[in-house]
């Protein structure tokens, strides 16, 4: 299983981004998905999940300004980032909480794309 993920960039304060991240190969089922950020010399922290049936969780520091969804169909995942911050530089991964055909549960995770807001 592979999650690839994009929309990274340089964006001015206040400016919006969209990330997307797909999940490709033998997936049995996608319960979680989610988005997780580390900035220089900080913890990765969780940003935003969403389960299958759509259910959402915000981080505090996001709440109102991102929205995280996704399409079952497909087995992506989106982040959308209104109202960038500075502080909002980071690191993006895409995870997801998967059950193999075997019922075992296995975390995954993209490769990271870089959101640097910068006036």
């Known amino acids: 299983v592979q999650l690839q993920a994009s929309g990274g960039g340089l964006v001015q304060p206040g400016g919006s981004l969209r990330l997307s991240c797909a999940a490709s190969?033998?997936?049995?089922?996608?319960?979680?998905m989610g988005w997780y950020r580390q900035a220089p010399g900080k913890q990765r922290e969780l940003v935003a999940d969403i389960t299958r049936g759509g259910s959402t969780m915000y981080a505090d520091s996001v709440k109102g300004r991102f929205t995280i969804s996704r399409n079952n169909a497909n087995n992506t995942v989106y982040l959308r980032m209104n109202s960038l911050k500075p502080e909002d530089t980071a690191v993006y991964y895409c995870n997801a909480d998967t059950l193999n055909t075997l019922g075992v549960r296995v975390d995954y995770w993209g490769q990271g794309t870089q959101v640097t807001v910068s006036s």
């Open positions: 190969g033998t997936i049995f089922a996608i319960n979680k």
